[in-house]
């Protein structure tokens, strides 16, 4: 039987406008402080971006969405942010916030495969569903 560890997630989302409290799912931050994984997901769909917000500039939010996982790996292009210890980037990551890009509350639980869970979420929580069609006789 496998080792579980806990993790930590938080989606990431696009608000377009902040006054409205709108948004879209466009990513996942997840944490395993045990096996030492920080790691994010993005994937913003454009469509529903535009369909929400139509005068909304998507490569200027690709931009911000794009640093997020530049972040977690460290990445020397992350700046001054990227070489925090790994919780305090994530804590970084998914501190409230009153911007465009924002994050969900923190969530819990429990996985073995830090990386196979992170795109799990991303599957359940951000990709848009694929549309099933049934036929009846």
């Known amino acids: 039987m496998p080792a ?8 990431v989302r696009v608000v377009p406008y902040v006054e409205r409290g709108e948004c879209i799912n466009t990513g996942v931050i997840f944490f395993c402080r045990t096996q030492r994984f920080l ?3 993005i994937a913003l769909d ?12 998507v490569m200027e939010v690709e931009r911000y969405l794009e640093s997020i996982p530049l972040i977690c790996s460290g990445s020397p ?3 001054t942010i990227g070489q ?8 970084w990551l ?32 951000v990709l848009a ?9």
């Open 4 to 11: 579980y560890s806990s993790y930590d997630y938080a989606i």
């Open 39 to 41: 790691g994010a997901r």
């Open 46 to 57: 454009h469509q529903r971006l535009l369909s929400l917000a139509p005068d909304s500039d």
């Open 77 to 79: 292009a992350a700046g």
């Open 84 to 91: 925090l210890p790994l919780a305090e980037r994530f804590h």
């Open 94 to 125: 998914v501190a409230p916030r009153s911007t465009i890009i924002q994050t969900s509350p923190v969530h819990s639980g429990l996985c073995a495969d830090p990386a196979a869970m992170l795109d799990h979420l991303l599957r359940r929580m």
């Open 129 to 137: 569903p694929v549309p099933v069609s049934y036929f009846t006789p």
